[in-house]
């Protein structure tokens, strides 16, 4: 049974950083890309970062130059360290493994708020 357990959200003031972690079990975590979603309230689910199992990476807009995403195939992890937080980052953040209709995290929150 594919399992992803996320780690790391929580309550940040804007200007601050926040490290996303999701340990992947049940798969095998090298073959597939690797990514996290966010979801914010009466909002639509939308990409944030992803990896592929070549090492490309695909960002989103607005979240370039202050998140990067790294995966360790070793150790079956995804992380998301985000840096220059701003209140639009708001959301409940899902690890994913093989796209949209790949596997998916329980969701953890992340509130950028003073």
């Known amino acids: 049974q594919v399992q992803l357990v996320e780690s790391g959200g929580g309550l940040v003031q804007p200007g601050g950083s926040l490290r996303l972690s999701c340990a992947a079990s049940?798969?095998?975590?090298?073959?597939?890309?690797v990514g996290w979603y966010r979801q914010a309230p009466g909002n639509q689910r939308d990409l944030v970062a992803e990896?592929?199992?070549?090492?490309?990476?695909n960002y989103a807009d607005s979240v370039k130059g202050r998140f990067t995403i790294s995966r360790d195939n070793a150790k079956k992890t995804v992380n998301l360290q985000m840096n220059s937080l701003i209140p639009e980052d708001t959301a409940v953040y899902y690890c994913?493994?093989?796209?949209?209709?790949?596997?998916w995290g329980q969701g953890t929150q992340v509130t950028v708020s003073s």
């Open positions: 990896i592929f199992s070549g090492g490309r990476i």
């Open positions: 049940g798969i095998i975590f090298s073959r597939y890309s």
């Open positions: 994913n493994m093989g796209g949209s209709v790949g596997y």
